[in-house]
């Protein structure tokens, strides 16, 4: 089967850092991305990286504090989060899709497989 299963998600204090895991399986992927939401509000793009890892794409919001990575060998995504915010808090989604190029994959309907979520929350 395939899927992509997030683990790390966790309670941290404001200032604190997290890893977040996505472990993918049944197949291989081009891009892979994270998505965050809170209840009440749309998904949002938070960060994606290329097939290659190469080329790494982050929203604003993140920007400086989190850094995406993957190993191909492991078929696994990671998304190192660090300096975080309560505004941080929203359950994470990895994301992939079949896209092998050099593009900067933020959009949702870029990506056609999703993890079910884990739980990150930051306090003040």
């Known amino acids: 089967q395939v899927q992509l299963v997030e683990s790390g998600g966790g309670l941290v204090q404001a200032g604190g850092s997290l890893r977040l895991s996505c472990a993918a399986s049944?197949?291989?992927?081009?891009?892979m991305a994270w998505f965050r939401q809170v209840p009440g509000k749309e998904r949002e793009f938070v960060a994606s990286i290329t097939r290659s890892g190469y080329s790494t794409y982050y929203a604003d919001s993140v920007k400086g504090r989190f850094t995406i990575s993957r190993d191909n060998a492991k078929n696994t995504a990671y998304l190192q989060m660090n300096s975080l915010k309560p505004e941080d808090t929203a359950v994470y989604y990895c994301?992939?899709?079949?896209?092998?190029?050099?593009?900067?994959?933020?959009?949702?309907?870029?990506?056609?497989?999703w993890g079910q979520g884990t739980q990150v929350t930051v306090s003040s």
């Open positions: 994301a992939a899709n079949r896209h092998y190029g050099n593009g900067d994959y933020y959009l949702l309907n870029q990506y056609d497989y």
């Open positions: 049944g197949r291989t992927f081009g891009a």
